[in-house]
């Protein structure tokens, strides 16, 4: 069975801006990694080794500003590289699906369709697209 199949004849659109992201996605994500950890490697160094409370206090809270950074930093990062994904799957080929004739499409029934119509009518559909190849 062929879940998928390409729709015949249909355009691609072109690429733009989400490949261009997607390539510079590991960059963007080291940079964003080594520098807010050289920062506080930096800090962490330059800090004074007899420090009293208050400095310590304030040295732990540039640790956590620059772990909140790096983490949100990630965060964008995985959240562009997701749309950059669906965007290039968007925009790949068309597929279609077998079709689903609604029996109210263009006059509304009276009644309610009871499950051996639908039944019935999904096996002639069945049917028909064996006969058709498809």
């Not at 069975?1 to 801006?17: E, F, H, I, V």
């Not at 990630?74 to 699906?97: H, S």
Request: proline share 5%; hydrophobic share 45%; charged share 20%.
């Amino acid at each position: 069975m062929n879940w998928l199949q390409k729709l015949p004849n249909l355009p691609r659109s072109a690429s733009g801006l989400e490949w261009t992201l997607w390539r510079k996605l590991p960059l963007i994500a080291l940079l964003g990694t080594v520098l807010p950890l050289l920062g506080l490697g930096l800090v962490h160094l330059l800090a004074d080794p007899s420090a009293s409370a208050a400095q310590e206090r304030w040295l732990q809270m540039a640790d956590y500003v620059a772990w909140g950074v790096l983490l949100f930093h990630w965060t964008m990062v995985l959240t562009v590289g997701i749309g950059c994904v669906i965007v290039m799957l968007m925009k790949g080929p068309g597929y279609v699906a077998d079709g689903y004739v609604v029996s109210h499409s263009d006059r509304p029934r009276e009644t309610r369709q009871t499950d051996e119509e639908a039944a019935s009518a999904a096996g002639m559909r069945r049917e028909q697209s064996r006969a058709s190849g498809r």
